[in-house]
């Protein structure tokens, strides 16, 4: 009897473990709301992210209308309107990576099913930026200093937890001086700044 081996020169990407039981009634409860048919931004997003995993695992998705207006030689206007499905998935760290051509060829086949014949999406890799926080807090007196810091730094860690956030969801500053305000310990945080790491 034959057999095949072979080696996959890159790391595999995409990759996710079984839905918690939260993801499952979130899923359930968009996917009826969808209809068996993807319309809206919402269904696109739906779809995109209840993929089967074997054909691979989307973990963000963003979607935006594009619009690209040609003139042809008649001197006629011809608009060609389609969507840019921007995704990313998880790598064996649980960090942000491109998915890839596989995922996306997978994710283009289980769309397809779905959407309307006149509706074009381009499926493209979303844009991922590491960055810092630098802050200062000022204490209430009879407090460990060093407990109220870590306190603060738990309570970002937490907050900027990337299974919480999507693709283009704003950072609104305020909400971090809130946030670091509210621990306990804390007088007021002041001269906080966001340090782009990289991308």
Do not use: H
Request: proline share 3%; with cysteine.
């Amino acid at each position: 009897e034959e057999s095949l081996a072979c080696s996959n020169p890159l790391a595999a990407t995409g990759g996710g473990g079984a839905d918690t039981v939260e993801e499952i009634k979130q899923k359930t409860a968009a996917n009826f709301a969808s209809q068996q048919r993807v319309i809206t931004k919402e269904d696109y997003l739906i779809r995109t992210l209840s993929m089967p995993p074997i054909y691979g695992s989307v973990s963000k998705a963003y979607i935006v209308k594009s619009s690209e207006i040609e003139k042809d030689t008649l001197n006629t206007e011809s608009s060609q309107i389609s969507s840019n499905l921007y995704i990313l998935g998880y790598d064996n760290n649980k960090k942000l990576t491109n998915c890839n051509e596989a995922t996306k060829t997978n994710l283009s086949t289980f769309l397809n099913y779905y959407k309307p014949l006149t509706d074009s999406i381009n499926i493209m890799d979303a844009f991922i930026i590491n960055f810092g926080i630098d802050f200062e807090i000022t204490t209430f007196r009879n407090n460990n200093n060093q407990q109220v810091l870590l306190d603060c730094i738990t309570e970002l860690k937490n907050y900027f937890n990337i299974e919480k956030w999507q693709i283009n969801q704003p950072i609104i500053e305020s909400e971090v001086y809130n946030l670091i305000g509210n621990v306990k310990g804390v007088q007021s945080a002041i001269n906080v700044t966001f340090n782009n790491i990289a991308g």
